[in-house]
């Protein structure tokens, strides 16, 4: 049973930094894109940032690009987003999510997803 296990949530001021990891299991990681998503209290889920297999080529919401940035290592088949300059506007729950394709090709649609972890809590107080 493929499990996506998130972690690094917290509570933290604007400004500071959170680091992010999802621990993917039951899968082949290196073939699968890897993304993070976020919703926040009354909001869609939203795109925040994904990744190819090889780390080659990343994608970013305009939203969070120049502070956030995703990277994979797929020896741990783990993916982390690390989170800089954090704004009380991120605040919500971080979902990481997998997406088997054959060409690798990194998406943004939530729905083109096939696995998804529970999510974590980031809080940013401002």
């Known amino acids: 049973q493929v499990r996506l296990e998130e972690s690094g949530g917290g509570l933290v001021q604007a400004g500071e930094s959170l680091r992010l990891s999802c621990v993917a299991s039951?899968?082949?990681?290196?073939?699968?894109?890897m993304a993070w998503f976020r919703q926040a209290p009354g909001k869609e889920r939203e795109f925040v940032a994904a990744i190819n297999w090889s780390g080659g080529r990343t994608a970013y919401a305009d939203s969070v690009k120049g502070r956030f940035t995703i990277s994979r290592d797929n020896a741990k088949n783990t993916v982390n987003l690390q989170m800089n300059s954090l704004k009380p506007e991120d605040t919500a729950v971080y979902y990481c999510?997998?997406?088997?394709?054959?060409?690798?090709?990194?998406?943004?649609?939530?729905?083109?997803?096939?696995?998804r972890g529970q999510g974590t809590q980031v809080t940013v107080s401002s």
């Open positions: 039951a899968l082949t990681f290196s073939r699968y894109v």
């Open positions: 999510a997998a997406r088997s394709t054959a060409w690798g090709t990194i998406s943004s649609e939530r729905y083109e997803y096939d696995y």
